[in-house]
């Protein structure tokens, strides 16, 4: 076989191979919303799940995957562009720094189940939050954290240095530059980061297994004091979330329709990252434009 | 007088704007040494706990590793503990190996389709299609693994359907992604006129990707494999769900076993605090983090040897 030949020969198969991953995404999706969308009807999505019985919904368990995840976004948001604005304009190249970062690539590739052993250990047991939202919302902030920290930080080391020039000459103070100027013009990208890893939160349960607890007691959707015991703002209850029912009702199955309700959930749980995904796309091109004035 | 000195004091103290300098600077200090001490707390933690099987319940450090009897409730006849964790280790390490032996050769494929053949295609494809594999959570893998996987190596290989293979091919689509597009960092990494010089001594395209593009790329692929290999070493519960959950040496590839991470997660809603089936548990865990770490240390070694200047 000469040159010509293998060069065909080699393009063929990389294209071959390249369709097998488009055609294995394909027919993920495909299996998993042609199963699943049947499942899905407004009882579905808002009745309780049933703990030996068929026919139960996934309302308590969408509740509070969304509650959780709007939890943990509050509390990692500020922590990560603290930490991000340190790491982009603060940090010198020193040894304390090259730790900070060391530490960062490490958190960020821990098993989410580490993080969320860790997480039973210090918010569940010592702190003595229990299984609760808060356990799980504090986990998934742990679990968060290094990846919001980088995205804030290439989102502000993209911004022009001229601009940091122009804001201290103008008299500013490095923060004030930082808060005025240059987060602003960094925007678009740290939303971007947030929404996809807010996708990513959405679908954990490694760490939100032994943090937010495998049971959802009912909720009473009539009374939104956090401080009752059933409200559904409550953040010391137990709340397993859509991917932790999943994983639990196929792991100890005893409910009879197990088959139908993860199809369904986990056809939920495509969408809602699906939607994640096109938001996160839209709006970074959307603010891209509208900042850039292209 | 009195004017005077509301002026000089005003010029000694420091300026509103300083202030805030400073409290800002220290807000951000703050956060960034929050995560640090996290990390640390992360290993202080897990290896107090871990390391209490050993010390504190007489755990033997090499049937930990070479035992094959998973029982930490009981002890043996010398008295310590039934920790043998080694078919948790061999599920371990065979899951990811074997993903990212079937991994490594697809994404290498879509990497170079991405950045050689047709970067326009790959990037209205290619892209949006790794991007949404990413996106996938693990427990739908994990179902999809169940509903799909298992039952079709069950007709096809036979066994139960549980066991290395059904959890290679989870992993496999897993780590694809994460491979891919470090895959494609990597490439794009290699200067253009590498690839000009290759084409100007008469060499096909072919013939430059394999010598010359290929060749220059191999740290950053490497480092991209490791990476997709400490994925799919601390993923836990979509193997969990295919993997059959058996604490016994894999016999085939279709025999039920275990994985650190799956007895890990079956295992510790059903011990107390500070048993030593907990304890045993906890060591589990102290060994995930510890090979994640050796995976950062292996990342690291790489990309600082072989660095393109």
Redesign the interface.
């Known amino acids: 076989m000469n040159?010509?030949q293998?060069?065909k020969v080699?393009?063929g198969?990389?294209?071959l191979?390249?369709g097998?991953?488009?055609a294995?995404?394909a027919l993920?999706?495909l299996?998993?919303l042609w199963?699943g969308i049947p499942h899905i009807s407004w009882h579905f999505l808002t009745a309780p799940a049933q703990s030996f019985e068929k026919g139960g919904g996934i309302g308590v368990q969408l509740f509070n995957s969304f509650y959780l995840l709007i939890l943990s976004m509050l509390i990692s948001t500020?922590?990560?562009?603290?930490?991000g604005?340190?790491?982009s304009?603060?940090a010198k190249p020193n040894r304390l720094t090259s730790?900070?970062r060391t530490?960062?690539?490490?958190?960020s590739?821990?098993?989410?189940?580490?993080?969320g052993?860790?997480g039973?250990?210090?918010f569940a047991?010592q702190a003595g939050f229990g299984f609760s939202i808060l356990s799980g919302a504090l986990a998934l902030t742990?679990f968060n954290?290094?990846l919001l920290?980088r995205n804030v930080e290439d989102s502000l080391q993209s911004v022009s240095f001229t601009q940091r020039e122009a804001g201290l000459a103008l008299?500013?103070?490095?923060?004030?530059t930082?808060?005025h100027v240059i987060l602003p013009e960094a925007l678009p990208g740290i939303i971007t980061g947030m929404i996809?890893s807010a996708?990513?939160v959405?679908?954990?349960?490694?760490a939100l297994?032994?943090t937010a607890g495998?049971s959802a007691p009912p909720l009473d959707f009539t009374n939104w004091n956090p401080f009752y015991i059933a409200s559904p703002l409550n953040p010391m209850r137990p709340a397993e979330t859509l991917?932790?029912h999943?994983?639990k009702i196929?792991?100890e199955g005893i409910i009879p329709d197990a088959?139908a309700v993860?199809?369904g959930a986990?056809a939920m749980?495509?969408i809602a990252?699906?939607l994640?995904?096109v938001l996160a796309r839209y709006l970074g091109n959307k603010m891209y434009k509208k900042f850039t004035g292209v | 007088m009195q004017q005077q000195d509301k002026i000089r004091e005003s010029m000694l103290k420091p300026s509103q704007?300083?202030k805030?300098?400073r409290?800002?600077?220290i807000?951000?200090?703050?956060?960034?040494s929050?995560?640090?001490i996290?990390?640390?707390?992360?290993f202080v933690?897990?290896a107090t706990?871990g390391i209490a099987t050993f010390t504190v319940d007489k755990g033997n450090l090499w049937d930990f590793f070479t035992k094959t009897t998973w029982n930490p409730g009981q002890t043996d006849k010398s008295g310590h503990p039934l920790i043998g964790a080694l078919p948790m280790i061999v599920g371990s390490f065979a899951v990811t190996l074997l993903s990212a032996v079937v991994a490594t050769?697809?994404a290498i494929?879509?990497a170079?389709?991405?950045v050689e053949?047709s970067p326009r295609r790959?990037y209205k494809?290619?892209q949006p299609?790794?991007?949404?594999?990413v996106?996938?959570?693990?427990?739908?893998y994990?179902?999809?693994g169940?509903?799909?996987i298992v039952p079709f190596v069950r007709t096809h290989f036979g066994g139960t359907g549980f066991g290395i293979l059904a959890g290679t091919m989870v992993l496999f689509?897993m780590i694809?992604p994460t491979v891919?597009s470090m895959s494609v960092d990597a490439l794009r990494a290699v200067p253009r006129y590498y690839r000009e010089a290759s084409l100007a001594l008469g060499?096909?395209?072919?013939?430059t990707?394999?010598k010359v593009v290929l060749r220059a790329a191999v740290p950053g692929i490497m480092t991209a494999v490791i990476?997709g290999m400490?994925r799919a070493?601390?993923?836990?519960?979509a193997v969990?769900?295919v993997i059959g959950n058996a604490t016994l040496l894999p016999q085939n590839l279709v025999s039920p076993s275990s994985t650190l991470?799956s007895i890990?997660?079956?295992g510790?809603?059903n011990s107390v605090?500070g048993s030593v089936s907990n304890n045993a548990l906890?060591s589990l865990?102290l060994l995930?983090?510890l090979m994640?770490?050796l995976?950062?240390i292996l990342i690291h070694r790489i990309s600082k040897k072989g660095a393109l200047h």
Not at chain 2, 135 to 140: A, H, K, L, T
Not at chain 2, 203 to 207: D, E, V
């Open positions: 040159a010509k293998s060069d080699a393009t198969v990389l294209y191979m390249s097998t991953i488009v294995i995404l993920l999706l299996y998993i199963n500020p922590i990560s562009i603290c930490a604005i340190y790491l304009e603060y730790i900070i530490s960062i690539e490490i958190l590739s821990l098993p989410s189940v580490v993080v052993l860790f039973f250990l210090v047991v742990v954290l290094p920290t008299g500013l103070s490095r923060w004030e930082v808060i996809l996708g990513r959405f679908g954990e349960a490694a297994i032994y495998q991917a932790v999943i994983w196929n792991s088959k993860s199809s986990s749980l495509i990252v699906l994640f995904n | 704007a300083s805030r300098e409290h800002g600077k807000l951000s200090f703050a956060a960034i929050l995560i640090v996290v990390v640390v707390a992360i933690f897990v706990r050769p697809f494929a879509a170079i389709y991405m053949i790959g494809i290619l299609v790794i991007e949404l594999l996106g996938i959570p693990s427990v739908v994990g179902f999809v169940l509903s799909l689509v694809l891919t060499a096909t395209r072919w013939q990707i394999y990476f400490s070493f601390g993923e836990a519960l969990q769900m991470t890990l997660t079956m510790m809603g605090m906890w865990a995930l983090l994640s770490l995976f950062n």
